[in-house]
């Protein structure tokens, strides 16, 4: 690196950026203004994974003497680097959430270690004892919600036959598409769920057509893993089957097929953050959580939800609300190959890191993971 | 069936349906860069185009409610677009392709920076016209829903054919891709011709984006033509600049695009992947069968800066 560029300016703000760093972070209240920055892989209002995040942004605009700074679009390269370099030299961040997965290892990581007195927290990675300290993951056990939507699904079709749209086999799809069936085979042990893959995050018209043959095969209840859900709720409901959401509410687009929806709660969980930092406390570097802990929530019911639905949702909402904590994934379990994939008697509680490392899809689902 | 099912039948008539709802933004960017590439010029820039065209026909159509208006912002705005590229590339050695590539970019990055208010949003929407009420199976009717565009695409394919071999206008089109010097002997500006050829296509172009927002999948997001415009530029060479084998040649893309999909909700689960890939194969294969070392491709026009 050639020394002689790095400016007089350069060195003046990187130090300001520390020292303000430093200030905020044992500081108890923000008494002068602290920024945070958001940085998102896709557009902040695609109805998905990327507006949940900006939600939760939204969320922290409201307190007081937080100020938030948001950059969409940044992928998953050394761009996110320099975004955030520049936020934190130019802007004065402090706090930085690089919302997307592809950001955490090394980019993240590497910031991390430049910037030792700032804040970073990455949504999905899995931070290890190895990462900086002042780095930290969190993420949602967002198959809870699946699983109440499953609930809801299979109560409400009337063929038996539930669709999803994937965009990749990887463990957190295919545990959402697991939760998701073993929840609709908790109301109908007949139900079947039948899944697409269209092998990437955004392709809206594999995505159209992922829905209308699955509509063609008598799916009549349907729910995706993609960026944005928008192409699916629309088309089906065009069609006239109902839809499940995913990481936002998307009732708003389709009000009667609209069942029901696993929703990030970012809104409540980066208020939490910044009142730990503000307390004083540290946020864990590795941090998950459920239902119970606000980090995920279900959209509210739609109108063609019965009764017998959503007292079955609300039972199972309840006990994975209680002290008690509820398993998705009990011993017993069986792929769709008539493998035994948990032996029984050993139930795989939501934190269990195996499940992490899913690879195989449950007894009523119809696809294949390649 | 009782229960509402088609079973085996589905993967036919998805891949049918399929040719009806996805070829239509292949066929006009086709038809239009076919026009363009007769008259001596390739406009890389239609990928840009179609995007610029599905962002304004949403914006459009959102704002006035009507989405015929938006269908027509969308021809405009890819006419404009067309302009740029033909006035540029009229400019002493400046190369098409290059021009091309850069429009591209320009077209998608600006077509992103303005439809960012336009996601959430919903708009208006392009009706279907029913041809499957004769069936009382609901598959066949979901198939069988056709928008106007497609069948007014469908029908531009012969008149194009028709036009090119018998026309003044097909005649000059032709003669200034075959060779600008007698084009110029017969006292025509040849700019002039690749302008309004390079318009016309920038125009069906946008009209192919048009589809993609206003009728299927029918919302505005940056992922919607997802490298469409781009295979539909090449989808032209592999038509051999012929507008009847472009129509084919979209129908084929549009119902191979359906193969994966529809493979996998039959329970055809093994190697999706390659059926995802289907379109693509398709191309490849084609182009190795018909490609010949001893000549130059059939049917190029003589001016193309990639066949001079």
Request: charged share 15%; aromatic share 10%.
């Amino acid at each position: 690196m050639d020394f002689g560029r790095i400016s007089r300016r350069h060195l003046l703000q990187g130090g300001a950026a520390l020292t303000l760093g430093a200030a905020a972070g044992i500081r108890p209240a923000f008494s002068a203004e602290t920024t945070i920055g958001f940085i998102y892989v896709g557009s902040r209002d695609d109805y998905g994974y990327n507006q949940a995040h900006a939600q939760g942004a939204a969320a922290l605009k409201k307190i007081p003497g937080l100020k938030v700074i948001e950059e969409e679009k940044v992928p998953e390269t050394d761009a996110v680097e320099k975004t955030i370099e520049s936020m934190i030299n130019l802007d004065g961040a402090t706090l930085l959430f690089p919302t997307s997965f592809g950001y955490y290892n090394p980019h993240m990581i590497k910031m991390a270690t430049k910037f030792p007195k700032l804040r970073f927290e990455h949504c999905g990675g899995l931070w290890t004892d190895k990462d900086p300290k002042n780095a930290g993951s969190y993420f949602g056990y967002i198959d809870e919600a699946q699983y109440i939507s499953g609930i809801v699904a299979g109560h409400t079709s009337k063929s038996g036959k539930l669709g999803f749209v994937a965009a990749k086999p990887i463990p957190q799809v295919l545990r959402n598409i697991n939760a998701f069936t073993l929840g609709a085979r908790l109301a109908n042990p007949k139900a079947t769920t039948q899944v697409i893959f269209t092998g990437d995050w955004s392709m809206p018209v594999k995505e159209a057509e992922a829905t209308n043959s699955l509509i063609d095969q008598g799916v009549d209840v349907l729910t995706c893993h993609v960026d944005g859900p928008k192409t699916m709720v629309e088309n089906a409901a065009r069609r006239g089957a109902f839809v499940c959401g995913y990481h936002t509410n998307q009732s708003p687009l389709a009000p009667k097929a609209y069942l029901t929806g696993a929703e990030w709660n970012w809104e409540a969980l980066y208020p939490k953050f910044v009142k730990m930092i503000a307390a004083g406390e540290s946020i864990p570097n590795f941090y998950r959580g459920g239902l119970k802990e606000e980090i995920v929530k279900t959209s509210p019911y739609g109108e063609s939800v019965s009764a017998e639905a959503r007292k079955h949702a609300d039972d199972v909402k309840g006990k994975f609300l209680s002290a008690e904590g509820y398993a998705i994934f009990k011993g017993g379990l069986v792929d769709n190959k008539g493998k035994t994939v948990i032996a029984a008697g050993t139930d795989r509680g939501q934190k269990d890191p195996e499940l992490e490392k899913m690879d195989y899809l449950v007894e009523g689902v119809i696809g294949a993971t390649s | 069936m009782a229960d509402g099912s088609i079973g085996l039948w589905t993967v036919p008539l998805a891949v049918l349906g399929g040719a009806i709802r996805v070829s239509t933004p292949f066929l006009f960017v086709s038809l239009g860069e076919c026009i363009t590439e007769r008259s001596g010029r390739i406009n890389l820039g239609l990928e840009g185009t179609l995007v610029m065209g599905a962002m304004s026909a949403y914006g459009i159509s959102y704002l006035t409610g009507s989405p015929w208006l938006g269908v027509l912002a969308a021809g405009i705005t890819g006419a404009l677009l067309g302009a740029l590229h033909a006035g540029i590339c009229s400019l002493p050695r400046v190369n098409d392709v290059a021009v091309g590539i850069a429009l591209m970019l320009f077209g998608t990055g600006l077509a992103f920076y303005l439809g960012k208010p336009l996601i959430e949003p919903t708009a208006p929407r392009l009706p279907a016209i029913d041809f499957g009420w004769w069936s009382d199976i609901p598959q066949v009717r979901a198939a069988l829903r056709v928008n106007v565009l497609f069948l007014i695409g469908v029908a531009l394919a012969p008149i194009l054919y028709w036009a090119f071999r018998t026309t003044r206008w097909g005649l000059l089109i032709r003669t200034a891709g075959e060779s600008s010097d007698a084009a110029r002997a017969m006292g025509n500006s040849v700019l002039l011709i690749r302008l309004r050829a390079t318009m016309v296509g920038g125009f069906l172009a946008g009209i192919g984006g048009s589809f993609l927002s206003l009728f299927y999948p029918g919302s505005w997001n940056e992922g919607l033509s997802s490298g469409q415009g781009i295979t539909a530029v090449a989808l032209v060479i592999f038509a051999r600049w012929d507008p009847m084998l472009c129509l084919w040649a979209s129908l084929a893309f549009g119902g191979a695009a359906a193969l994966g999909p529809a493979l996998q909700s039959v329970g055809v689960t093994s190697g999706y992947h390659l059926f995802n890939a289907a379109p693509y194969i398709l191309t490849l294969a084609i182009m190795i069968i018909t490609c010949s070392p001893k000549r130059t491709l059939t049917g190029a026009p003589a001016e193309l800066s990639i066949t001079r």
